[in-house]
Each structure stands twice: as structure tokens, then as C-alpha cells.
């Protein structure tokens, strides 16, 4: 029996009107081949497919749905919200609301725009530090990402390294020339580069806790070394904070790790499942937005009250005590599980986890940047992802990606996850077993 039947049918259906029969690459499981699962409704920790096959989810939308799917308040939220119409391109309330709410989490920011989505608030703060400092340059890391936006497509992870293509065609050589990459949690290399273009770097731009090559976090006095660096050339400080705001901490990684960034994108959990994202910062490189500045940048849509009402449910809701140290709780006792798991069925893995953020690896530890994380095994991971699917565990189809917990994930799910791991290792390993005897 095909379990996944509909599912299918709606794929071949998908893909004569949809390029790759997806609306975002790595939803297609071209890193992991197979069907993708269509999905009509999420509840709490769970999704339901079109064949209503259960799954507790551990994708969470790539992020935003920290307090699972549906949840009531947000739901509400949106209806009143919609009620009250949709969009007027006019200020609100609410959006004032939001942004001081986020000011509050992050005391590096002064002043914030309300975009659409990360991509938006990446590529907007990248201008805004090209604009602000009248420089060009700027830096990223291999494997990082920052939403698609041309100067940031250079060495970029998530989707674009699943398929192969983290330089992408259709960005002027002219343009891409002016980022520099460096690799991930190497201050000595990313110092090289600057140095050499100091009079012109504009900007460096790093994902605080990286999620794009998979969980990497930053080694001690990496990101403070990214501080001093730009203090002492004049450069933009960019946190990327889309994944890591509000899910690593209330105030993200620059909270956990007791740092401050020049400029802040978030996004994800921002808008509760909605598309909003944000970029804010400093009074002084803010003030250079239009209206009050020369910078340039808009949006019909930005600041959309509906998403508006989501984030701000979603911000109150997380708003308690305990709530990210019982996260944490639930992610330390999955992780350490599948490490035990892991050692049971004598695979090598690597688990990178930071508060409810993780990935395993197939590979030993460490994975300190891009090119470790590169080295995991992609068989491996294939045998692994289908095996856990197939027992309703429903995780992101590319190793480069974060399984993500939400507050609704108890330590039922868990333990059923951890079973489901168990027989999905195994199978991992007489993969490994089976290509050891063919080679
Ligand atoms: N920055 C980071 C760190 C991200 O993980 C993402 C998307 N996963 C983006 C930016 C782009 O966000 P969006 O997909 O909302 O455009």
C-alpha cells in the first residue's frame, strides 16, 4: 500500500505549474529523493498530510512555530486582526507595539523597520551598513545564510548548498565580487580578509549561531572577535538573528552570549508563522532609512497587521518564566539520547545543539564550519531521513538544515522520536556496512 498516495498525485500534478513543483527548493527532497509529504493542517507538535498520515514535526516551518502549530492564541490573534481588514500600506498601533516589545529583547536596538520576510531584512541591512558607512565591501562565512538577495548568494548554505549551488547564476559577477567569504568560526582568516580591504569593508554579516550548514556554534571569542574587528575598521556588525532571535533566548544569541550587534535581522518566530521580518539597530545607522535618511527601502506590505497581531501573540505567549529553560530541557534529553543511540548502533555522528536548535551529523566531531559539515555523510543521512519519515518523525530533508523543538513537544514525542532513532540508525548502518563490502 503507498502510504503517501495523494501526496504524490499532487506532485506530479505540482510539478507541470510549479518549478520543481515547490514554492522554496529544499521542500522538493531533491537532497534526499522521494515524495514530500503535502501537508493540510498542523496541530500543537504534529502535521497531517494529504494521505492523514501523522508526524511529530521537528521542522516547525523552518523555525517560526516555537509554540507549535495552531496555537490558540495566535490563531485568535490573526482572525481578530483580519477582521479589523488586512492591509491598509498606513501605520498602526500594533506595529508600535511590536517594536518596542522587540527593543526590550534586544538592548542593541534603537530602532527597527518591520519588513516581510529574512531575506528582506538581510538584504535591506546590508544596504543600510553599505549606505552608512559609504563603503562597498562586506563579509560573510561559508555556509551562512541570509535569505536570497544577490550580494548575499556568495558561498551560501541551507537550500543553495543542498543543491549545489551556493554561488548562484544570475548574480553579476560585478556585484558578487564585492562579498567575501571566510570560514565559519576562524577569526584569523576572516582578520586576513578584512585587513586587506579595511578602507573598504562596509559590513560583516555572520549568523550568531550558524543554521544554514546545519547547527554550528560559534567558538569562544569568535563573535567577540567579530566585535573588536569591526570596531577597530569601522564595519557594520551584523547578527543574523532570523533563526537564532527569540529561539536561543528571549533577546537570541547577542542575550546568550552577552554581546551586541551593530544591526539585528530577525525574523521566523518574529511573525509566529506569518511573513514579517525586521532589521534594526543603532539610532545613529538606522536614522539613515528612509524617510529620515538617504537609504532607500519599502514595502506595500511591511508592517501587514495580520502578521503584526501573530508576532505579538507569539512574543507574549513565550513571555514566561521557564520557558526557554524547559525548551532546553527537552532538546538536551533528545540529543543526548540520539548520541546514545548513535554510540549503540556504532554509527559516528556529531550532534551541534544550542538551547532548542540541533543537528546530527553523520560524521565524528567536531563540525566547527562549512567544510566539516560537508564532510557528513549523505547516504548516511538519506537512510536516516527516509527511516524516520516513514515512522512519523518528520524532519528538514537536507543535512545542512536545524531540527527545531516547540513548547508543545513533551517528553512523549520525544521518547517516541528516540524509539523511531533507534531503528533509523540501525538502517544507517547496514548502509554503511553494505557500500563497506561493495568497495
Ligand atoms: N537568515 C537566516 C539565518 C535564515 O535562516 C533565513 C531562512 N532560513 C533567512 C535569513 C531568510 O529568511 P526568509 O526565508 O524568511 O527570506
Excluded at 551598513?129 to 548554505?157: C, N, Q, S
Excluded at 547496514?430 to 561493495?438: D, G, H, P, S, W
Amino acid at each position: 500500500m503507498d502510504k503517501r498516495e495523494y501526496s504524490r498525485k499532487l506532485f506530479e500534478r505540482a510539478l507541470s505549474s510549479i518549478p520543481g513543483g515547490v514554492n522554496s527548493p529544499v521542500r522538493a527532497f531533491g537532497a534526499v529523493e522521494g515524495t514530500p509529504p503535502f501537508i493540510v493542517r498542523g496541530e500543537g507538535p504534529y502535521i497531517y498530510d494529504a494521505d492523514e498520515n501523522r508526524y511529530i514535526d521537528y521542522v516547525m516551518s523552518w523555525g517560526p512555530l516555537i509554540l507549535g502549530h495552531a496555537h490558540p492564541a495566535v490563531v485568535e490573534a490573526v482572525e481578530r486582526a483580519a477582521r479589523c481588514g488586512t492591509s491598509f500600506g498606513a501605520p498602526t498601533e500594533a506595529e508600535v507595539v511590536l517594536a518596542e516589545t522587540v527593543k526590550e529583547a534586544f538592548p542593541s536596538i534603537d530602532k527597527l523597520r518591520l519588513v516581510n520576510s529574512g531575506t528582506e531584512a538581510g538584504m535591506s541591512a546590508l544596504r543600510l551598513a553599505r549606505g552608512y558607512t559609504g563603503r562597498d565591501k562586506v563579509i560573510k562565512f561559508e555556509g551562512g545564510y541570509h535569505g536570497h538577495a544577490d550580494g548575499l548568494l556568495v558561498k551560501a548554505g541551507s537550500g543553495a548548498a543542498t543543491f549545489g549551488t551556493p554561488s548562484s547564476p544570475g548574480v553579476p559577477a560585478d556585484y558578487a565580487r564585492h562579498t567575501l567569504t571566510a570560514p565559519y568560526n576562524d577569526l584569523d582568516a576572516v582578520r586576513d580578509v578584512a585587513k586587506a580591504h579595511s578602507d573598504d569593508m562596509a559590513a560583516i554579516i555572520v549568523e550568531p549561531v550558524a543554521g544554514n550548514m546545519g547547527v554550528v556554534p560559534p567558538e569562544s571569542g569568535f563573535l567577540e572577535g567579530l566585535r573588536e574587528l569591526c570596531d577597530s575598521i569601522g564595519a557594520v556588525l551584523i547578527f543574523d538573528e532570523v533563526i537564532t532571535g527569540f529561539r536561543i533566548a528571549r533577546g537570541g544569541a547577542q542575550e546568550k552570549f552577552d554581546i551586541r550587534a551593530d544591526l539585528t535581522c530577525l525574523g521566523k518566530i518574529l511573525g509566529g508563522g506569518l511573513p514579517l521580518g525586521a532589521y534594526g539597530g543603532r539610532a545613529e545607522i538606522m536614522d539613515k532609512i528612509a524617510p529620515t535618511g538617504p537609504v532607500y527601502q519599502a514595502g506595500t506590505l511591511s508592517g501587514n497587521p495580520v502578521a503584526v497581531a501573530a508576532g505579538a501573540a507569539t512574543l507574549k505567549n513565550i513571555d514566561t518564566t521557564g520557558f526557554y529553560e524547559a525548551l532546553d530541557q527537552k532538546a538536551e534529553k533528545l540529543a543526548r539520547s540520539l548520541v546514545d543511540a548513535a554510540n549503540e548502533a556504532k554509527v559516528d555522528v556529531t550532534i551541534n545543539r544550542v538551547g532548542s536548535m540541533m543537528t546530527l551529523f553523520f560524521c565524528p566531531p567536531p563540525v566547527r564550519n562549512y567544510s566539516e559539515a560537508a564532510s557528513s555523510d549523505i547516504e548516511q543521512f538519506k537512510q536516516w531521513f527516509h527511516a524516520m519519515l516513514e515512522q512519523g518523525i518528520y524532519l528538514a530533508p537536507s543535512p545542512y538544515e536545524a531540527a527545531f523543538l516547540s513548547a508543545l513537544h513533551n517528553e512523549e514525542h520525544i521518547d517516541i522520536t528516540i524509539d523511531a532513532a533507534r531503528k533509523a540508525l540501525d538502517n544507517a548502518k547496514k548502509t554503511l556496512i553494505e557500500r563497506n563490502a561493495v568497495t
